[in-house]
Structures are given as C-alpha cells and as structure tokens.
Nanobody, 120 residues
C-alpha cells in the first residue's frame, strides 16, 4: 500500500522556520522525483520545490533562497526546510512522488497534507 505521510506543519511567526517531513512507503522511493506542493484557501495547488532522483532541485521563485528540499533514500524520507516564513506562505503543504513508467504513463502519489500557518 502506497503511503505518503507529511508532518511538521504548525503555527509560526513571520520570519520563523519550520521543517516539513514526508515519510514514504509502499513503492520504490529512489525511482521517484519528490516534490512539495501547497494550496492556500481559494487558490490552485502550486508546485513549491522538487528534488529529482539525481538530487537536482528546483524551486518556485517566491521561495528561492528561503526553502530547501532534501531527500534520504535510505530512510524513504523527503524534507522541506522553510526559513524566513512570510505571510504569503501559509497553506496546506502536500508531498508528491512522481515518475514516468516504462510505457510513458505518469505515476503520481500524494500525501494528505500538513497545514502551515504564519501569524503573529
């Protein structure tokens, strides 16, 4: 059974930090690119950061220099270190696993999300 379980969300003051974690199971983690998405109320879900199977990373412009994605293939974990949090960062943050199969089909797995709130 495929599972992605996020944790680490919560309430933080502007300028503060949080570290999100995503525990993966039920699939071959090392074969998947891993991403963090977020969705704020009334907005579309958006891609925040991606780390490929070769540890290449890519970030949404608004979080560059503040967020860092990393993965641990031994532990089947992916992390999002979020620093200098801003009022525009609050959202539900989702973990995603993605790969293209041999027959060119997209395979995507999603977690249930973890809430991040930034407030005084």
């Amino acid at each position: 059974q495929v599972q992605l379980v996020e944790s680490g969300g919560g309430l933080v003051q502007p300028g503060g930090s949080l570290r999100l974690s995503c525990a993966a199971s039920g699939f071959t983690f090392s074969l998947f690119s891993m991403s963090w998405y977020r969705q704020a109320p009334g907005k579309e879900r958006e891609l925040v950061a991606t780390i490929t199977t070769g540890d290449l990373t890519n970030y949404k412009d608004a979080v560059k220099g503040r967020f860092a994605i990393s993965r641990d293939n031994e532990k089947n974990m992916v992390y999002l270190q979020m620093n200098s949090l801003k009022p525009e960062d609050p959202a539900v943050y989702f973990c995603n696993a993605h790969r293209i199969s041999a027959d060119r089909a997209a395979i995507d797995y999603w977690g249930q999300g973890t809430q991040v709130t930034v407030s005084e």
